[in-house]
């Protein structure tokens, strides 16, 4: 260079493919598996170029790309390494990108077209773009000339020197291969050219003598200012395509049998709904794994890895969406071809807005941008507008630069014609910001997602299409050229029946202000007509002669406020108090009214029209009230006084809104404090209006995990009020599984606001609230157990790592543990049964008769109410209590128990028992297991047992306790008599009654050691009702449940207590207690003592224990096979 300066030599630094690919599984048996990450590529790529740029290269070149998403890997860890790492310092050397067609194809070995690979990489701005290898000039020519036809940059080829022969050399000399790429420069598709495979110096001197001298360079082509995405296809919008269908039913939103099969782990099976979406006409798959029980990161990617290899469906490209910015990286990061991100928005400040904006031009991809700033979503025309300019105004500045033509506006899509007048001018506005960022806001797109416009018509899914067929009419006509729709549902706009088009038009359009009440009896009388056919004009004048409280229920369910006033004071005056009035017929109705809008037979508007009559019954009876109120010295108030907030990060407000209409229309006081509320303004506002409910409403997927935080602060901070928890993104086993768990008060899930004041109402009555929460609790703790179950992609910890964070009590700062009034053992035979009458739980006892109660009729003595199963439950039950007197009176059944307790200390998983107080001689131990499946909160802990005994050396004496009972003796002998008898009944009726003696043995052991022999409550003022709800101090588990499932530690309590030879219950082959009506547990007194299920065990535990127990690994699997989370064999 020094001696030519008019011909300086350039160093270009090579960053080659690897020998991994990021699009593709190695593993022919699983197409989602990759033997690489993205993030492992970066960071590989990232050091080859530090290493390029100390060794001072003027250029940088990824080339024999086969794989695009490697190459855009390579890319982003340039940019990374320039704008990160070296701040700016020094400027990003020139980019050449050079890929490989691999065979006559015209496809990367990924599968993508030219034109699609220049789409996936034109965001990295090349000074070059071109391909070599693996062909000759000859065979790329078809594959240069597309390239030349839509690259914006420069183009160059380095081709083989022909394609190889037989013995893998190469036969083109220089002359040849002069006049194979002589067409090239001809064809003006040449700014550079040079040699691969089988080239020498040779061939490139002739190359650069014969041809580059010669020929005039090729001209980039100008500026694309169209939309290019990318699959394995590129695709344009261009001004002849006004409408881009993204297809909505990969979205687990959108549908329900997507949704079930993710759920269910069947990816493969998902993927005929992805291919039925491209099929019917989706130019774009709208992908969404938004689920508060699911990895959402994990969903993404196995599915979107799934979709590579499949062309039918890869060809379109992908709209990655979530409500969760990583999730949406995450799917980033898997497909190689150009996306769109969906979405990011202002409503977290423009710090945040700006740093996601060039992150997310740093990835090459497209934007959704939602209608939402730090005030909140955007619901009239003046603030889409405003955001909307506002966000552009920051995108197409210089801090950002992004492509205008790559932002894709959603100016909110709303629900209409939900019985509220503000929301009727939600479609018009939105279809006037259409017009208007077609006009101010250049190049930028407009979509939406169909779904939400028609919501209050759920269940009617022929008017909903239409309504969505309506609508976009009319907004693609002003500029909406995207939408969230599912492709090849919708039908066309000509073919809508005029006088429903009509109906639908004055909604969308707001015409008139009767449009919502005219759509809503058309929609009544379609349903009417399709189950009835004209039938029900008889029943319209027939209701009229139902009983008094059957035509509240009726006019609460059909909105009909006609006659409300002189039904209620007829019911009135039926009852003793007014208040009973809504307590039955109304409340019934409001419930019958949840379960069909819950089902999809009632509508929105006709809920909000049920609240209204809801509401004139309950002012009719409010005077009466107050005048009951003031005959027996009462004050008038509300039902209640209920706080409604929308939680941190969330501006979505519309369905909360509708919940404190409903529950406002039902003598409720409602405060509400709005949106994106954080967790410490709920709480002190709660306390600031002294809430009796709490509710959080929340639309997206990160709102669930700020509720979480919500009900773990309420725990923290000691707060008694029931936790509602609703919005579209909740469920009710998301609450159950993450929710509940973290507050010890009542927490709910509300489905919609049909089901709100009922819920309200039962929490806030003191005759319902115990048995209802109780139900809601025994519910969610099933649905917990069922959904732990079915986890077969659980992460875990390794023992040390769960060791590391234990659950920590702080026995320092507790009073001292009470000693026991001894140490050691105490028989009691022939306890009295008549004693153990009263702690008998009946429950158990009708599930041995498959006796189920519906709520609120579920438990015992409420059974005997239920419709179904009532009257058979009291029959049992009398014939329970008459051979329990016979029982008594016969001595046919002898109950034993044995108790015992030690001094002792934890050593970390174990429990060290004492000979006596000393504490010098360790009399046994009982082994604990641990908790390892991951913990996604990071303040949760991993639980063993041992967590609740003082560790040794913290100068603690703490002591542990256990006991064995039996009501079976003489079960056997009664049996026989029975059996002899031929009577079945009796021999089932016998070992059911025996069973729940044995269990009212525990329950009188454990309070006996609780108040008396023990006494670490000998205050303790609890009627059995509260202790079978387990609201004493301490626990007691057994060996075999959740806490500690290894039987063999029975093996421990018998040989410490020498259980059989004092009391005769002896333990099996399989260690199964002899007789069976018989209960043993170990004892914990610790206040912060709980019941906790340790789930799967890895085999790092498993090993560990075998060694603590001195037992061999394999015999510790077979007694714990259901435990492991491995398969032993």
Aim: glycine fraction near 6%; charged fraction near 30%; include cysteine.
């Amino acid at each position: 260079t020094k001696e030519q300066p008019w011909k300086p030599r350039l160093i270009a630094g090579a960053i080659g493919p690897t020998n991994k690919t990021l699009s593709m599984s190695p593993d022919v048996e699983d197409p989602s598996y990759r033997a690489v990450t993205w993030q492992e590529v970066v960071k590989a790529y990232k050091e080859q170029i530090r290493g390029l740029h100390d060794g001072g290269v003027d250029i940088i070149m990824v080339e024999t790309v086969f794989d695009t998403l490697n190459a855009k890997a390579a890319c982003f860890a340039l940019d990374e390494f320039y704008e990160d790492d070296l701040k700016g310092k020094f400027k990003r050397p020139p980019l050449i990108i050079s890929g490989t067609i691999t065979d006559l194809s015209g496809r990367t070995f990924s599968g993508q077209t030219i034109e699609a690979f220049y789409t996936s990489m034109a965001h990295t701005k090349p000074f070059c773009v071109g391909l070599n290898c693996a062909l000759g000039a000859k065979d790329m020519r078809p594959h240069i000339a597309a390239l030349s036809n839509i690259a914006e940059c420069y183009v160059h080829a380095y081709p083989n020197a022909g394609l190889p022969n037989a013995m893998g050399g190469y036969d083109e000399d220089d002359k040849d291969m002069v006049e194979s790429c002589r067409d090239f420069f001809e064809s003006k598709f040449m700014n550079m050219i040079g040699g691969c495979c089988g080239t020498s110096p040779a061939h490139i001197k002739a190359l650069a003598d014969d041809l580059a001298a010669k020929y005039p360079p090729r001209i980039p082509q100008p500026k694309c200012t169209n939309m290019r995405l990318s699959g394995l296809e590129m695709y344009e919008k261009t001004e002849n395509i006004p409408f881009v269908n993204l297809g909505e039913r990969c979205n687990i939103a959108g549908s329900r049998r997507f949704k079930r099969l993710i759920m269910n782990k069947k990816y493969e099976d998902a993927l005929a709904v992805a291919l039925d979406q491209v099929e019917n006409g989706a130019q774009v798959l709208d992908i969404n794994m938004d689920d508060g029980l699911l990895d959402g990161v994990a969903a993404m990617q196995k599915f979107l890895k799934l979709i590579v290899p499949d062309p039918a469906i890869s060809k379109v490209p992908i709209m990655v969406d979530s409500s969760k910015f990583h999730i949406c990286e995450a799917g980033l990061q898997v497909v190689q071809g150009k996306c769109i991100f969906n979405s990011i928005s202002l409503k977290t400040g423009e710090k945040k807005f700006i740093e996601q904006a060039k992150l997310l031009k740093r990835y090459g991809c497209a934007v959704v941008v939602m209608a939402f700033d730090e005030q909140g979503q955007a619901a009239t025309f003046h603030d889409k507008t405003r955001i909307c300019k506002r966000a552009y105004d920051l995108l197409t500045s210089e801090k950002i630069n992004f492509p205008p033509w790559d932002i894709i506006f959603d100016p909110n899509i709303l629900t209409i014609a939900t019985g509220m007048k503000e929301h009727n001018t939600y479609a018009v506005d939105f279809i006037k910001t259409c017009k208007w960022i077609r006009t101010n806001l250049p190049h930028a797109h407009i979509s939406g997602g169909l779904s939400n416009l028609s919501f209050s018509f759920r269940g009617l899914g022929l008017l909903r299409e239409s309504m969505h067929a309506a609508f976009l009419y009319h907004a693609i006509r002003e500029g909406m050229d995207m939408g969230i729709v599912n492709a090849g549902a919708l039908p066309l706009y000509s073919d809508i029946e005029p006088k429903l088009l009509k109906l639908l038009e004055d909604a969308i359009l707001n015409r008139h202000d009767e449009a919502t009440d005219n759509l809503l009896e058309f929609a009544e009388k379609e349903k009417e007509n399709k189950n009835n056919k004209g039938g029900k004009k008889k029943a319209a004048a027939e209701w009229r002669k139902l009983s008094v409280e059957d035509r509240l229920t009726h006019a609460l369910i059909k909105g009909i406020v006609k006659h409300i006033e002189g039904d209620t004071e007829e019911c009135r005056l039926k009852v003793d108090k007014p208040l009973e009035v809504i307590e039955g017929p109304l409340m019934r109705g409001m419930s019958k009214v949840g379960d069909l809008f819950g089902a999809g037979k009632m509508f929105l508007p006709q809920v909000i029209k049920s609240a209204r009559v809801m509401k004139k019954a309950v002012a009719y009876l409010i005077p009466f009230m107050e005048d009951d109120k003031k005959n027996s010295g009462k004050s008038s108030s509300s039902a209640g006084t209920v706080l409604l907030a929308t939680v941190k990060g969330d501006v979505h407000d519309i369905g909360k809104n509708i919940v404190g209409v409903v529950l406002a229309c039902n003598n409720f006081k409602v405060v509400d404090i709005g949106v994106m509320c954080p967790l410490d303004k709920i709480l002190k506002e709660a306390e600031k209006c002294k809430a009796d409910i709490i509710g959080l409403s929340g639309l997206i997927t990160p709102s669930l995990d700020e509720m979480v935080d919500v009900a773990k602060e309420m725990n923290k901070r000691g707060f008694q009020v029931p936790l509602l928890i609703g919005g579209a993104t909740t469920s009710r086993m998301h609450t159950a599984v993450k929710i509940s768990p973290k507050y010890k008060c009542p927490t709910v899930h509300v489905l919609d606001a049909s089901r709100a004041v009922v819920v309200c109402s039962n929490l806030l009555d003191a005759k319902q609230k115990e048995d209802y929460v109780e139900d809601i609790r025994e519910l969610y703790s099933d649905m917990r157990e069922e959904y732990f179950e079915g986890l077969s992609d659980v992460k875990y910890a390794t023992i040390q790592e769960a060791r590391q964070r234990p659950f920590v009590i702080k026995f320092s700062q507790q009073p001292a543990p009470v000693k026991p009034k001894f140490l050691g053992t105490k028989v009691y035979k022939n306890f009295d049964l008549k004693s153990l009458v009263e702690y008998i739980d009946w429950n158990p006892f009708f599930q041995t008769w498959q006796l189920r109660g519906k709520y609120p009729n579920r438990n015992y003595p409420k059974i005997f109410n239920d419709a179904s199963a009532g009257k058979e439950a009291k029959r049992v039950h009398t014939d329970a209590m008459k051979m329990i007197d016979d029982i008594i009176k016969n001595k046919t059944l002898e109950c034993r128990m044995i108790v015992g307790m030690y001094a002792a200390n934890s050593d970390g998983d174990d429990i060290i028992c004492y000979s006596d107080d000393d504490r010098k001689t360790e009399l046994c131990r009982f082994h604990t297991l641990r908790q390892q499946a991951l913990k996604e909160d990071r303040d949760d802990p991993y639980m063993a047992m041992s967590d609740f005994i003082a560790p040794k050396g913290v100068g603690v004496k703490d002591y542990i306790g256990a006991f064995a009972v039996s009501a079976g003796f003489g079960c056997k002998k009664a049996v026989e008599k029975f059996e002899s008898e031929h009577d079945d009944y009796k021999v089932i009726m016998i070992k059911a009654i025996a069973d729940r003696f044995a269990e009212a043995a525990a329950e009188k052991m454990h309070e006996m050691m609780r108040t008396d022999l023990w006494g670490y409550a000998k205050d303790e003022k609890m009627t059995v009702s509260d202790m079978l709800r387990v609201k004493y101090q301490g626990i007691r588990p057994a060996p075999g449940y959740p806490s500690q499932p290894d039987h063999t530690e029975k093996l421990t309590m018998w040989n410490v207590m020498d259980v059989e030879k004092q009391i005769g219950i002896r333990l099996s082959e399989s260690l199964a207690m002899m007789p069976a009506a018989s209960v043993s547990a170990v004892c914990f007194a610790n206040p912060d003592s709980k019941y906790f299920a340790t789930g799967k065990l890895c085999k790092d535990q498993i090993e560990d224990y075998a060694g603590r127990k001195k037992m061999e690994v394999k015999s510790v699997e077979k007694w714990l096979t259901a435990d492991l989370s491995y398969d032993r064999d």
